[in-house]
């Protein structure tokens, strides 16, 4: 394994981590390439399963308040006013190129497509927000029939927040070896049982991180 290659920083902090042995620092390299593809596997399988949620719930919402499921198109004004304008811009645009190179018109569908994982962080309520409050409360909270009891708003927007910021440690290309990868898991799971326990089931008969933690050359024996 080449410091060339991967950077001398990165092979430092490998080698330390492995007692200086070479080749146990090259299975652990591997072993974060691995890590890194199982974990983006699961965020993307509970990314469509939030999304989705979410998107049902709004499509309810706008229709009884604006006369029109599309709520990325054409939005209630209090939900515009709790949504991230920038995001949707930038989601339109790039759908709008998409749908162009297809030769058809635009829709809800193409936006919703392009809207990254921080849009749907960033829905949930804030107390710095009063109009993401009062979502939640009429809509939101909907797309989470099956959340227990004792959960307050809190647990699911810092469960959310904690996949985003493996998400985002994923994509700077971090190493996830000293990383919580069990707990993250275990966020994305229960939001998806919080959504209903066949999306609970889906999430984990699809993705494939358990195993990957399991198999961490750094774990402790």
Same mark, same amino acid.
């Given at each position: 394994?080449?410091?060339?290659?991967?950077?001398?920083?990165?092979?430092?902090?490998?080698?330390?981590?492995?007692? =200086?042995?070479?080749?146990?620092?090259?299975? /652990?390299?591997? #072993?974060?390439?691995?890590?890194? =593809? +199982?974990?983006? !596997?699961? %965020? &993307?399988?509970?990314? *469509?399963?939030?999304?989705?949620?979410?998107?049902?719930?709004?499509?309810? #919402?706008?229709?009884?308040?604006?006369?029109?499921?599309?709520?990325?198109?054409?939005?209630?004004?209090? *939900?515009?006013?709790?949504?991230?304008?920038?995001? %949707?811009?930038?989601?339109?645009?790039? +759908?709008?190129?998409?749908? $162009?190179? &297809?030769?058809?018109? /635009?829709?809800?569908?193409?936006? /919703?497509?392009?809207?990254?994982?921080?849009? #749907?962080?960033?829905?949930?309520?804030?107390? $710095?927000?009063?109009?993401?409050?009062?979502?939640?409360?009429?809509? %939101?909270?909907?797309?989470?029939?099956?959340?227990?009891?004792?959960?307050?708003?809190?647990?699911?927007?810092?469960?959310?927040?904690?996949?985003?910021? *493996?998400?985002?440690?994923?994509?700077? /290309? !971090?190493?996830? &070896?000293?990383?919580?990868?069990?707990?993250?898991?275990?966020?994305?799971?229960?939001? @998806?049982?919080? %959504?209903?326990?066949?999306?609970?089931?889906?999430?984990?008969?699809?993705?494939?991180?358990?195993?990957?933690?399991?198999?961490?050359? $750094?774990?402790? @024996?």
């Amino acid at each position: 394994m080449s410091s060339r290659l991967i950077g001398d920083p990165r092979l430092q902090r490998l080698l330390i981590d492995m007692g =200086g042995d070479p080749p146990r620092a090259h299975e /652990l390299f591997q #072993w974060n390439v691995h890590a890194s =593809g +199982a974990a983006m !596997e699961a %965020i &993307h399988v509970f990314e *469509l399963i939030l999304r989705n949620a979410i998107d049902r719930e709004l499509r309810v #919402w706008n229709q009884g308040m604006a006369g029109t499921p599309d709520w990325l198109h054409r939005p209630h004004p209090y *939900l515009q006013r709790a949504l991230y304008r920038p995001e %949707i811009s930038k989601a339109s645009a790039r +759908a709008r190129r998409i749908a $162009a190179e &297809h030769g058809r018109p /635009l829709n809800h569908d193409d936006i /919703l497509a392009q809207m990254s994982l921080g849009a #749907w962080r960033y829905i949930l309520p804030s107390k $710095a927000n009063k109009s993401k409050q009062k979502l939640w409360d009429v809509a %939101i909270k909907n797309a989470f029939p099956a959340w227990p009891g004792d959960w307050s708003a809190d647990s699911v927007v810092n469960r959310v927040a904690n996949v985003h910021g *493996l998400r985002n440690r994923v994509a700077h /290309l !971090e190493p996830l &070896h000293r990383y919580d990868l069990r707990r993250v898991r275990r966020d994305m799971r229960s939001v @998806c049982h919080a %959504i209903g326990p066949d999306a609970a089931r889906f999430f984990v008969q699809t993705e494939r991180l358990l195993p990957v933690i399991e198999s961490n050359p $750094a774990s402790p @024996c």
